[in-house]
């Protein structure tokens, strides 16, 4: 009987807490800039290099990444890295140039490309997040086909952007 009241109180306590709780993660690993919330079966994976990390969709036609360098955000320092950063999309062409952005405490360059991998139409949106003095955050979110994109998989994209905030400090 002892048992099962510890149980119930012990349920009851954990339904208590936030949903979104166990779910919100934050990147870098040292300092981070960023906090969000990965979609239930998403998956994310670090690489133990560099640290960066990749979030994915469970049908893998959405891909989020992040990477940390060591240049101060700027519009000139994002622009010079465009170039380099959409190459390995064929055929990419600019749709919305780029700009800065303030949104939910991050502050950044954006901007909006599209292009194919492996025959398939992508939406390539690439972010330049400022992070101090000599540091930013490179970030990437690639849509393949976003024409025919499942319902279910571009609301838990919407869902991921609305999560994505700056770390408080």
Known sequence: MKRSLCLIAGLLTLSLLPANAADEKTFP?????????????WT?????????ISINSDDERVSINFGETEAEATMEIFKVMLPAM?????????????????????TGYTSTYT??????????????FKAGKDRSI????????????????????????????????
């Open 29 to 41: 690993a040292k300092a981070p800039v960023l906090k969000y919330e990965i979609p239930a079966k």
């Open 44 to 52: 994310s994976e670090v690489d133990p290099k560099d640290g960066s």
């Open 86 to 106: 959409v190459k390995e999309f064929k055929d990419a062409k600019e749709v919305d140039a780029p700009k800065e952005q303030i949104a939910d405490g991050l």
């Open 115 to 128: 292009g194919t991998v492996e025959d398939s139409p992508v939406v390539i949106i690439m972010v330049l």
């Open 138 to 169: 490179i970030g990437n979110f690639i849509l393949e086909n976003p024409s025919t994109l499942p319902k279910e998989q571009g609301e838990k994209f919407e869902a991921f952007m609305k999560s994505l905030k700056a770390v408080e400090k």
